[in-house]
């Protein structure tokens, strides 16, 4: 019986991306919760995992060569999970390559830019009072989010998926379409974006990670008060280099 991967996790886009994929590809794997909010993604561990202080991070028992492979960044799990299952990544070398290109699309693109619009609209007002720079990068990141929808929304015109068959790169892009209430976007624009996300969500491979993730989070002790609220803040803003 194969060894379970153990997957360094908390439920955010990112962390998503990984427990879909394991569950798609039926790989064993146990779940070791980061909690981003107190600040377990600097603890030495699990630096000694992913020295970017950043999660998911995995290890496989039974790496490529039988020896155990830790390896960190979301994109490179999902090529390693790939590859390592011959699933999700297209049979020849042109569709791999088409995939590579939307997941690398969503890592240097769609992730950041939607991390910084869900910041300055739904985070920065509580860390700064300077309105003029909170409203320059609302608008600025919005602005740039939208955009990158309108491109998902072409690639998408007569296509249910990014790349050919199903694959790592729909499982990378969907769970940062999900949050688009966040982004100000209205999803009815984007009517290749919609259906496209509700063929994923209907996936029942899809519903058991996402289920994952609200398990990992009823196990933690968040706190809800105003004191916990600012401590995290200051945990996940708060970074400079160590």
Same mark, same amino acid.
Request: avoid cysteine; aromatic fraction near 10%.
């Given at each position: ?64 060569? =039988?020896?155990? #492979?830790? /390896?960190? +960044?979301?994109?490179? $799990?999902?090529?390693?999970? @790939? %590859? ?97 209430? =966040?982004?100000? #976007?209205? /999803?009815? +624009?984007?009517?290749? $974006?919609?259906?496209?996300? @509700? %063929? ?43």
């Amino acid at each position: 019986m194969a060894q379970p991967i153990q997957l360094h996790f908390w439920p955010t886009p990112n962390g998503h991306k990984i427990t879909i994929a394991l569950e798609e590809l039926g790989l064993p794997y146990e779940v070791h919760p980061v909690n981003i909010g107190k600040g377990d993604q600097f603890k030495p561990d699990f630096l000694q995992l992913s020295p970017n202080n950043r999660m998911p991070a995995i290890v496989d028992p039974e790496g490529p060569d =039988g020896q155990p #492979i830790s /390896i960190f +960044e979301s994109g490179a $799990i999902l090529q390693y999970l @790939a %590859r390592k299952s011959g699933q999700l990544y297209g049979s020849d070398e042109r569709t791999r390559i088409e995939v590579d290109q939307w997941l690398f699309w969503q890592m240097a693109g769609l992730g950041p830019m939607s991390g910084q619009a869900n910041h300055f609209r739904n985070y920065a007002p509580a860390v700064t009072s300077d309105q003029r720079h909170i409203a320059y990068g609302a608008i600025r990141y919005s602005n740039e989010v939208h955009r990158l929808y309108g491109v998902l929304n072409k690639r998408l015109e007569g296509r249910e998926y990014l790349a050919g068959d199903y694959s790592i790169a729909d499982i990378a892009n969907w769970p940062w379409v999900s949050p688009w209430k =966040g982004m100000g #976007i209205d /999803i009815d +624009e984007f009517p290749n $974006i919609a259906a496209w996300y @509700a %063929r994923i969500e209907a996936r029942e491979a899809v519903k058991r990670a996402l289920a994952k993730g609200e398990e990992v989070k009823r196990g933690a002790n968040l706190g809800d008060s105003g004191a916990d609220a600012e401590a995290q803040r200051r945990i996940l803003f708060g970074q400079r280099a160590r």
